[in-house]
C-alpha cells in the first residue's frame, strides 16, 4: 500500500502539452503512422478514456503536435533584416524538421493553433516591413517553404550519416553496379568526380540553393512597389 501511494504521488500529472510533447517523442522514435491514442495512453500510463479529458480525438492531437513544431521554428521580427531572418528561419526550419521528420509529410492542418498562426503572420510582417508587396510576399514564402521542406524530406530519406555524406551508400550502389560506368556515365563521373570527393557533403547544397533563392528574391525586391515601413 505504503509502495503504491508512493508511485501514486511520484507520478507526473498529465496535462495536454505534456500528452502532446510525449507524442511527439513516440513519433520521432518510431514515425507518425504507429501513433495511436491508446498507445500514447498506455506511454502516459493512464486509460486511453483518461486520454479524452485532454484531447478531443487524435486530429486534436496532431494539430498540437505540428503547432508545437511551428514553436520551434526561428520566428522572425518586423524590424529584422529581411534577409538574413529568411536564411535563419529556413536553417532553423531545416533543423527542427530533422528531428521530427514526421512533420514533413503531414497534411496542412485545418485547425492550425497558435504558434503556427503567430510564426506565419511575423514572417508575413518582416517580408512586408522590408517593403515586399503582398503578392510577392505570398510568392516569397512559397518558393522559401517549398525548397527548404523538399530538402528536409530529401534528407530524411537519403542513406545519409551524421555529417550528412553520401558516399558510403553511393559507393555500395556502384559496387553492385558494375557495368554503371558504361550505362550510366553521367552519374558515373558525379560519382567519381564529386559525390565521393574528401570534404563533400550532400546537406552543404543547402546553403547554395538557399542563396541563389535570396538572390532573386532581392532582385523581385528592388522591381517591387512598396515602400518599406519606417
Given at each position: ?14 496535462t495536454?502539452?505534456?500528452?502532446i ?7 520521432d ?14 506511454a ?12 478531443k ?6 494539430d ?36 521530427h ?86 552519374l ?20 547554395f ?22
Amino acid at each position: 500500500m505504503v509502495m503504491s501511494m508512493a508511485k501514486l504521488e511520484d507520478r507526473t500529472p498529465v496535462t495536454r502539452e505534456r500528452a502532446i510533447r510525449v507524442a511527439m517523442a513516440l513519433a520521432d522514435a518510431a514515425g507518425i503512422e504507429l501513433l495511436s491514442m491508446r498507445k500514447l495512453a498506455a506511454a502516459l500510463d493512464i486509460t486511453a478514456m483518461s486520454l479524452y479529458y485532454h484531447l478531443k480525438d487524435k486530429e486534436d492531437l496532431l494539430d498540437g503536435m505540428l503547432d508545437i513544431v511551428h514553436s520551434e521554428f526561428e520566428t522572425p521580427s518586423a524590424g529584422d533584416e529581411w534577409r538574413a531572418a529568411m536564411r535563419k528561419r529556413a536553417g532553423s526550419t531545416r533543423s527542427v524538421l530533422a528531428l521530427h521528420p514526421w512533420a514533413i509529410s503531414m497534411k496542412a492542418r485545418t485547425s492550425p493553433g497558435p504558434a503556427t498562426l503567430g510564426h506565419l503572420d511575423s514572417v508575413i510582417g518582416c517580408l512586408t516591413a522590408a517593403g515586399f508587396s503582398m503578392a510577392m510576399t505570398g510568392h516569397a514564402m512559397s518558393i522559401l517553404d517549398s525548397y527548404v521542406l523538399g530538402f528536409a524530406q530529401q534528407e530524411a530519406s537519403l542513406p545519409l550519416d551524421p555529417s550528412g555524406d553520401i558516399g558510403d551508400a553511393t559507393e555500395a550502389i556502384m559496387a553492385q553496379q558494375e557495368a554503371m560506368a558504361d550505362s550510366f556515365k553521367n552519374l558515373a563521373a558525379m560519382a567519381v568526380s564529386l559525390i565521393l570527393q574528401p570534404g563533400y557533403a550532400f546537406g552543404n547544397e543547402f546553403d547554395f540553393g538557399l542563396e541563389l533563392i535570396l538572390d532573386g528574391l532581392e532582385v523581385a525586391l528592388l522591381s517591387d512597389s512598396v515602400p518599406p515601413s519606417q
